[in-house]
């Protein structure tokens, strides 16, 4: 949930791309201009990120030390800001403040994160004298004003904006394995420790609070509420205006919901306003039995808080995710038939309890298939109805789930709720076809090419495509009532012939005129005429956190993208890439995300001297805490493997040998005691590809290959991929597939996790060992890649991962090339709904589907990749095929005109 959050912040600046709010442009007016009238101008003043710095002439700020964080709520932010600026400016104390007013809207908002929330102003001082003067001289000014809590630190006294933590201010930090940065503080022993950034008060254990006093952010940390009725049991979610939780009413001696509102978190309507009303609104529906039946409504310490019924059951995502016939790979009529009875059913009592919501004289708002429980007799309770509105009463709030409501009216136009409502109601409609909706802000028109392929491919009737359209017109007058747009339903379903036989037979793609890599680089090429020193074409939000050179979100992996293809790359990309490598900057040494794939990628470019420098780094720190392919040793290893073959210089050899005993020494044995290896470098331990034990066994089984038959290295690959694929689930189908971790529940098709990968692996150790068990293992994986639907287009975790070792495995098995091949054009068939049509070509969602991408992992650069190998042939991504010992290794896999 909190990288959800965080997630979020990327999608706020701008509708197309995901950009950081340091892209959002300042109103000076707010809060910059006052403050220079007040900074004298010997002070230096600039802008980072979202934040205004000002820092007095001479001033050297300490590595580490205690800081103070000022709150405000939104109608006095301009006045806090100017007193603590004065007062600050009068002692000479360094600060920084939230740019501008829709900055600090934001960082008041619900979905910042949390362990942000509520710091407007920070404040410097130089030491813990000082610290303590300063603190005391704005406790003095900014007597009678008030904020919202700030989670990470501690209050000062009985202020109510003012609080503090020990934390990093000029900061160290390391770079981790994926590039992004992780700030530690300096033990007095001189050793390093993360500096904890979350959100609950952390004292390192080396250091006494200034303030000694018993704690007074109580909140949700005591155990009982209401003066002990109600005990938490347990958190099920959270954001910064509150948590949910699970608890007990210990009067009743049942399970109850207990939602918590923090007082000023949020926009207009602060969340204990909004708390309060839907108390009011779930009390006037309680006699509906539409939604859960209000408890209490109660403040304890300083927050507000909801006691609702719980309801038992699953939200309507989980309970479609269960039954979606398109996630089955054989699906036939009959369960086409039992999913289309089920959904008529569900689908028929949700419009029902909407139509008696509105009968009551109130709307929805925000109705998504995550704020709706599907009871075990199938009855419906809707929940989270913090949007909801009582006619003549309340006033409607921006609260929308991106892909469930319709495109924000003008501000001047009324807006007809129950319409919003009936919009809403089609949305969930459309993501029971295919739970797609976050792309709908991107592209409207998604939502009928989606529809009309599941009816098409799923034998669904097309009057699907009629109501979903008129639930989602743009004029309100035209959308039916949800119970109207059911009934229309209920009479296609129930006339559908009953039978037992095979689903409608998927219809093969046949790539025509357009070459749809072709379009989808043409859409790169467009974007690298903007180039950006923070990343070269819009990516995925880890671009951002990282580095724009890397293989996974940066300039490399779109650059290794049109080489793959024999394509000439964009003007100033290889130079792009050249230049990042150069830099002095600290970019991680993994292969996905640093230096080892950047390395590759020159290499493979005829950059030999600047690929040779990065790859002669020796093993360090970070990377040395990771055993994984993507973003640990092993990927690190099997870069000086590459190098090693490109160059024949033993060093690289050597390097990959040393890695590859630290691997061996480091390695766990599965609990169940058969010997398997698993290396636990982070919690949950990971499985598969990407991160897990299958990716650390294809580098052992080069290693072996390359250290002369080496056999320690081939049976610890061995007892790697052993523990994989002992972690083996099955699919609704039966067939094997595979969680992200270790004890995971939910199982994926995909390349970086899930049964992709693994089979990716297996399917080499036969090519390299000839042994019949590892072909019989491929053999049982491949059923879980038969399949033509998803819900992500892109190549780590998406049909184009999934496409692209079905096109390995028409390489790998030539017996049976024609139907491989086949397989992966159904997998292009799936893809080509998710494609945006723009002006420079066709662009490609991103990660969640809420950005368009352009890089390898998530965007255009990967899917296009996969079309260019599908059409073209070439030879699999950073696997190294052409130096195992396999006899169809030079041959490409060419598809049938």
């Known amino acids: ?333 009959k369960d086409v038939l039992a999913y289309l009875d089920d959904v008529v059913r569900v689908f028929t009592r949700m419009a029902q309890a909407v139509e008696r919501v509105h009968a009551a004289g109130v709307s929805l708002g925000d109705l998504s298939f995550h704020n709706c429980i599907v009871m075990r007799d199938g009855d419906i309770r809707l929940i989270d109805m913090e949007a909801a509105v009582e006619d003549g009463l309340d006033m409607p709030l921006d609260v929308r789930t991106p892909g469930f409501a319709s495109p924000r009216p003008r501000r001047e136009e009324p807006v007809d709720t129950r319409a919003e409502d009936a919009y809403a109601f089609g949305s969930n409609l459309l993501a029971a076809m295919m739970p797609m909706n976050a792309m709908l802000p991107l592209d409207r028109d998604a939502a009928l090419r989606f529809t009309r392929t599941m009816c098409r491919d799923m034998g669904y009737p097309m009057v699907f495509v009629e109501t979903i359209d008129a639930l989602l017109s743009s004029d309100p007058a035209r959308r039916p009532s949800p119970t109207a747009a059911m009934d229309t339903l209920r009479e296609a379903v129930e006339a559908l012939h009953r039978d037992d036989g095979p689903s409608p037979a998927r219809p093969a793609t046949h790539p025509g005129a357009m070459d749809p890599a072709g379009e989808l680089f043409a859409f790169i090429d467009a974007m690298a005429s903007v180039a950006r020193p923070d990343r070269f074409v819009p990516a995925g939000p880890e671009v951002f956190e990282s580095h724009p050179w890397g293989v996974a979100h940066g300039a490399a992996g779109v650059l290794h993208a049109y080489m793959r293809g024999g394509r000439r790359a964009p003007e100033g990309l290889l130079s792009y890439v050249l230049a990042g490598a150069r830099s002095k900057r600290d970019r991680g040494s993994s292969l996905m995300y640093g230096d080892a794939g950047i390395a590759w990628v020159l290499l493979d470019a005829g950059e030999r001297e600047a690929a040779l420098t990065l790859l002669r780094a020796p093993l360090d720190e970070a990377i040395r805490a990771r055993a994984g392919l993507y973003d640990g040793m092993a990927g690190w290893g099997l870069a000086r493997l590459k190098a090693w073959y490109e160059t024949g210089d033993h060093d690289f050899l050597d390097a990959a040998i040393d890695v590859g005993e630290t691997l061996l020494h480091d390695a766990g044995y599965d609990r169940g005691g058969d010997g398997t290896l698993h290396w636990e470098s982070s919690r949950p331990q990971p499985v598969g590809l990407g991160h897990g034990a299958s990716g650390v066994a294809l580098f052992l089984l080069h290693l072996h290959v390359a250290a002369g038959a080496n056999a320690r290295f081939l049976h610890a690959a061995r007892e790697a991929l052993a523990f994989d694929i002992a972690q083996r689930r099955a699919n609704p189908d039966g067939d094997p597939s595979w969680p992200k971790q270790v004890d995971g529940v939910t199982l994926y098709p995909y390349l970086r996790h899930g049964t992709a990968g693994v089979a990716a692996v297996a399917a080499r150790f036969h090519a390299v060992t000839g042994e019949q068990r590892y072909l019989d293992m491929t053999k049982e994986m491949q059923r879980d890649l038969m399949r033509r639907h998803a819900i992500s287009p892109g190549m780590a975790e998406g049909l184009a991962g999934i496409g692209e070792v079905l096109l390995d495995l028409a390489m790998l098995f030539p017996d049976g090339e024609e139907a491989y091949v086949a397989a992966a054009r159904q997998v292009a068939g799936g893809i080509e709904p998710f494609l945006i049509r723009r002006a420079q070509g066709l662009a490609v969602p991103g990660t969640e589907l809420l950005r368009l991408s352009c890089d390898l992992a998530t965007g255009n650069a990967g899917v296009a990749a996969f079309f260019d190998r599908l059409r073209r042939g070439a030879s699999a991504s950073f696997m190294l095929d052409e130096h195992l010992p396999m006899v169809h290794v030079h041959r490409q896999v060419h598809a049938a005109a």
């Open 1 to 333: 949930m909190e990288r959800r959050t965080e997630l979020l912040q990327y999608t706020a600046v701008d509708r197309e791309f995901f950009e950081p709010f340091a892209r959002r442009d300042v109103d000076t007016a707010d809060f910059i201009e006052p403050v220079r009238r007040i900074v004298p101008g010997t002070w230096t003043f600039h802008r980072s990120g979202i934040w205004m710095q000002c820092t007095p002439p001479g001033a050297c700020l300490p590595t580490q030390g205690w800081k103070i964080h000022i709150s405000s709520v939104a109608s006095t932010a301009r006045i806090v800001l100017a007193i603590a600026a004065a007062t600050l400016v009068a002692s000479g104390t360094a600060f920084k403040f939230a740019a501008d007013s829709r900055m600090h809207a934001a960082i008041n908002g619900k979905r910042w994160p949390r362990g942000g929330s509520g710091k407007f102003i920070t404040v410097y001082p130089r030491g813990v004298e000082d610290f303590r003067r300063v603190i005391e001289d704005l406790h003095e000014a900014l007597s009678g004003y008030a904020g919202p809590y700030v989670l990470s630190d501690r209050r000062y006294r009985d202020s109510r904006v003012l609080y503090y933590r020990y934390g990093g201010i000029a900061g160290e930090h390391r770079t981790l394995a994926d590039g992004r940065r992780e700030w530690l503080l300096r033990r007095p022993d001189g050793a390093m420790e993360p500096d904890e950034r979350k959100p609950h008060f952390h004292l390192p254990e080396w250091l006494r609070d200034p303030f000694p006093r018993d704690d007074d952010a109580k909140g949700i940390r005591g155990a009982n509420l209401a003066g002990g009725r109600y005990r938490i049991r347990r958190a099920l979610t959270f954001s910064s205006a509150g948590g949910v939780y699970l608890g007990d009413d210990l009067d009743e001696g049942r399970p109850v919901v207990i939602k918590e509102a923090r007082p000023y978190v949020g926009g207009g309507e602060t969340a204990t306003a909004t708390l309060r009303k839907e108390f009011r609104l779930l009390r006037r529906l309680a006699p509906l039995h539409v939604a859960p039946l209000p408890v209490a409504h109660f403040q304890d310490w300083k927050h507000s808080y909801l006691v609702q019924e719980y309801i038992e059951g699953d939200t309507l995502r989980s309970w479609l995710a269960r039954r979606y016939p398109w996630l089955k790979t054989r699906a036939g009529r």
